[in-house]
């Protein structure tokens, strides 16, 4: 009977414990990330000060250590880009109401390789040579750079979809200012004002419209580029000149508010 | 110890008689002054700013907060580096 009783709890706390770490949010992710990132820094020193030794005496000894320190090396750049694939996840997921599920491809895809990464780690363990070490670091740089390409991608459609939400709310106050203005008095000087300056303020909003578009279509070209670093700085760039435009706009309609009360 | 006794009981000989004296006192409650109405114009329950305005209003610094947010570039998702070319020979 004790040992049924203690069997749930223990079955219990690990449920709740899973169950709880599902539901991390980014921020304490990201403190995850950077834990595993600096254990792996630590041990990058250890392995090479051995590597050195190695060079220098070519001993036996030296050489078990070294493919030793190499093998952890390798779990704990799992464990980062585990830690990473998991962090960007939980960023998706918090976006997911500016996203509208358009993120669901990058989940998944994200999921495939945390899969691949945990079933990496028993097969580092059994490596038992430089050259199988060498193999194992190669692949793992190539999943690697699919993970990058997740985590810019993932960067960049957040921040547009962010831009593209900002974009749609200051077309609706600008309609509601337009009404406003219909129905004032068309002959008064500062309603006429008022219009002009809206008519200025819409060309900026069709100019911060066209930016978006370059950067939604940069964004298409994710799959196909290799050179993501490049391309997700280029979407930054049309966003944050689109953002400059969005100021621009905000506080244009603001003066106009401002000057009908 | 008598001389103990002997102060304990004094003082509260003294506290009673203290409590008696306050008790019979005849208690005098002064009316207070009228409050002067204030002189300051106090603000209509009824805003005389339409309400459309104050809606747009409110609607432009809610879109400015969502503007400083995207200002602000999040870095932390950009992947950290690491060494794959081990070079073990």
Sequence with gaps: MKKVLLAMMVFLVLFVGRVMAQEQGSDESYQDLLKNYRTYQALLEVFNTQKSQYLTYQTVESQAELLSSSKNLILTQIDSL??????????????????NYKENYLYVMLDEQI????????????????????????????????????????????????????????????????????QRNSDEARV?????????????????????????????????????????????????????????????????????? | ??????????????IFSFVK???????????????EPSRLALP???????PEILQIENDLSLIENDIGKLKKEDRRLVPPSFVFDLNLQ
Excluded: C, W
Excluded at chain 1, 82 to 99: C, D, H, R
Excluded at chain 2, 21 to 35: D, G, T, Y
């Design chain 2, 1 to 14: 110890m008598i001389f103990l006794a002997a102060a304990f009981l004094l003082g509260m000989i003294l």
């Design chain 1, 115 to 182: 899969a691949y990464l945990e079933s990496g780690k028993n097969k580092v363990l059994d490596l038992s040579s430089f050259t199988a070490v060498n193999e194992e670091a190669s692949d793992l740089q190539s999943h690697y750079q699919k993970i990058s390409n997740f985590g810019y991608q993932s960067k960049a459609s957040i921040e547009l979809a962010g831009a593209s939400k900002i974009l749609a709310n200051i077309k609706i106050e600008t309609d509601k200012i337009k009404n406003l203005l219909e």
């Design chain 2, 21 to 35: 004296r306050r008790s019979s006192e005849v208690a005098i409650f002064l009316p207070l002054p009228k409050s």
């Design chain 1, 82 to 99: 585990t830690a990473y694939a998991t962090f960007v996840k939980s960023l998706l997921a918090e976006a997911t109401k500016v996203l």
């Design chain 1, 192 to 261: 006429l004002a008022a219009k002009e300056k809206v008519s200025g303020l819409e060309k900026e909003i069709r100019e911060a419209e066209d930016l978006l578009n370059q950067a939604s279509n940069n964004l298409k070209n994710f799959t196909k580029d290799q050179n993501y670093v490049n391309l997700s700085q280029e979407i930054r760039r049309l966003i944050d000149q689109a953002v400059e435009k969005f100021s621009l706009i905000v506080a244009g309609e603001k003066d106009i508010v401002f000057s009908l009360k």
């Design chain 2, 44 to 50: 209509s329950p009824t805003s005389t700013i339409a």
